[in-house]
């Protein structure tokens, strides 16, 4: 009988992972989802570790009160370093899969936090938090894609969002280490900040060695009895009686790995070729947005913010961390709806509301605030203030600032890192998001250094400049990003080759083969409609019957 196993043992190859395949595995998908996403943690954590020093007197005091231009270097060195470690990720994941890629972010990590927490000045902390950055690249470009490909398409998104859910668990988590820490007077409260950062990085050292490989990385590969297990056990399929469900994302696996010959010689050259470009911009440009967003001015210079609408001292620490907070509590309810709600309207509402707060920030300040010379607490970047007699106007901006933070966490935030994860097909995925998180962190490193020179020249206008920049991605948004909700990433490849215009793609209906749903009721009588026939030398799955797969993995 022609059956999917016969074709996968056709062309199988014996997976063997050596090391990886000594440890047991963990198939839940929810545990996989928040061990891959600890890389969004560490992320989160190198945000905080510089937001919440940078008002310290100890801080200030041991680097010499590094003035704008500086501490606009300090910052965006972490972003210069992901830069690079983004675009290196490719190179790894692809030919050694994608758990090797979080292995490589764990030990870059290690290496940068203990050089931050050893910093004898700003030369070796600048390095130290290169080096973090280049873990960080690795796990902003590896995590989203393994969840999405490991994901069930139902809950694909939530999983994915996992990942910006972690990243603003590590900003707040760090932010109060800081908070606490600002009670120590002397440089271990920055050593103590920085050296917490070491935990994360071990956890997933050692975590991801019970995860399981990437079912489309395997079968990419070849390794088809090992993907077809794997994919089975995360969708807690029997592999001797898998779902309807499970058989057609087989199906439709092996008809793109049949199709697509050049997947090991994929290069980023590649994905600006005609077939892929659309949506290599789409990607490039959805990163590039959410950074130009302004969400920077919110999560690294909160304190400066505080400043300008008249707060000082613990007032400003503390009214910081509400904006944490509500990062936080904003993200986990939209785990729950994305992928009900859909990625474009979520995307699109957001970038509207973001500029009205933006727009709103930037009228409160031009109308309200008065120069400071010198800048506020003798920090120039820092010259404009509201006064005391203007308060109900201070109190707007932070307000506003909040529902700004309220309004992209659970949009631009979660909805970015998942989308870009899943527009790109299996050959195209690795370094297509690697070159989109690439993109982000380029805007990354150039607004941290951009951003206080801003605040220092053009003040208020600041909030204007990025309120326009909702205005226009908001607007791009509608006219080319695309609905991926609900579909297979290969369903999605489906709709880029059909050139489905993005305001329609919602309704769009994939046209999967005829005889998929015929020949699963089949799977269980034994008949069978069909079989594999050869073709000038190529074999092509006409039925996708899945026998029992045998396989010697260890799980808990």
């Not at 290069?267 to 290599?280: G, P």
């Not at 699109?348 to 920030?361: P, Q, T």
């Amino acid at each position: 009988m022609g059956s999917f196993k016969d074709t996968i043992l056709m062309k199988n190859i014996k997976y063997e992972g050596k090391l990886y395949e000594r440890f047991p595995k963990i198939y839940n998908i929810y545990v996989i989802g928040f061990v891959s996403c600890i890389s969004g943690l560490m992320f989160g954590f190198d945000i905080s570790s510089m937001s919440s020093m940078i008002g310290t007197d100890a801080y200030k005091q041991y680097f010499g009160s590094p003035d704008a231009t500086k501490q606009g270097g300090i910052t965006s060195s972490m972003a210069a370093g992901s830069f690079v470690g983004s675009l290196l990720s490719p190179l790894f994941s692809d030919v050694f899969g994608r758990r090797v890629s979080l292995h490589i972010c764990s030990t870059f990590w290690l290496i940068g936090a203990t050089l931050q927490c050893a910093s004898q000045d700003l030369a070796m902390l600048v390095v130290g938090r290169l080096v973090s950055g280049i873990g960080i690249g690795f796990g902003s470009a590896v995590a989203p894609v393994y969840c999405s490909e490991v994901a069930p398409p139902k809950i694909r998104g939530a999983i994915a969002g996992l990942f910006q859910l972690s990243v603003t668990l590590g900003i707040l988590i760090l932010y109060y280490v800081g908070y606490g820490a600002h009670f120590i007077t002397s440089a271990s409260s920055f050593r103590l900040t920085w050296g917490i950062q070491l935990v994360p990085g071990f956890v997933l050292l050692v975590a991801t060695f019970f995860l399981p490989e990437s079912p489309r990385w395997l079968a990419n590969k070849g390794f088809w009895e090992k993907a077809t297990y794997n994919i089975c056990r995360i969708n807690n399929t029997d592999p001797d009686n898998i779902s309807e469900e499970v058989a057609i994302q087989l199906e439709e696996m092996n008809t793109q790995v049949m199709d697509d010959k050049e997947a090991d010689s994929f290069t980023y050259a590649n994905l600006f070729r005609k077939k892929t470009i659309k949506k290599t911009i789409v990607g490039m440009s959805a990163q590039m947005w959410q950074q130009l967003s302004g969400i920077n001015v919110m999560m690294y210079y909160i304190v400066y913010i505080f400043q300008m609408a008249g707060y000082s001292g613990n007032a400003v620490l503390v009214s910081g961390s509400i904006n944490y907070i509500l990062n936080v509590a904003m993200t986990i309810p939209a785990l729950f709806v994305i992928d009900k709600l859909g990625r474009r309207p979520i995307l699109i509402v957001g970038g509207i509301l973001m500029f009205v707060w933006l727009f709103a920030v930037a009228g409160l300040l031009s109308v309200y605030s008065v120069p400071v010379p010198g800048g506020v607490g003798g920090n120039e970047t820092v010259n404009i203030m509201i006064p005391d007699n203007h308060k109900h106007a201070a109190k707007g901006v932070i307000a506003c600032c909040y529902l700004f933070v309220c309004t992209f966490a659970p949009t631009w935030g979660i909805g970015i890192w998942i989308y870009c994860s899943e527009i790109f097909n299996n050959s195209e995925r690795a370094k297509g998001s690697s070159l989109s998180a690439a993109v982000n962190w380029i805007f990354n490193f150039a607004l941290g250094l951009f951003v206080p020179s801003a605040f220092q020249n053009i003040t208020w206008k600041t909030y204007l400049m990025f309120g326009i920049f909702s205005v226009a991605l908001t607007i791009h948004t509608f006219l080319m990003f695309p609905e991926t909700k609900g579909k297979t990433l290969e369903e999605i490849d489906q709709m880029w080759e059909a050139n489905i215009p993005a305001w329609r793609s919602a309704s769009w209906k994939p046209t999967l083969p005829s005889h998929l749903h015929d020949d699963f009721k089949n799977l269980h009588t034994g008949e069978s409609s069909s079989n594999f026939v050869e073709d000038d030398g190529k074999a092509e799955m006409e039925k996708p019957v899945v026998d029992h797969i045998e396989s010697t993995d260890k799980s808990l």
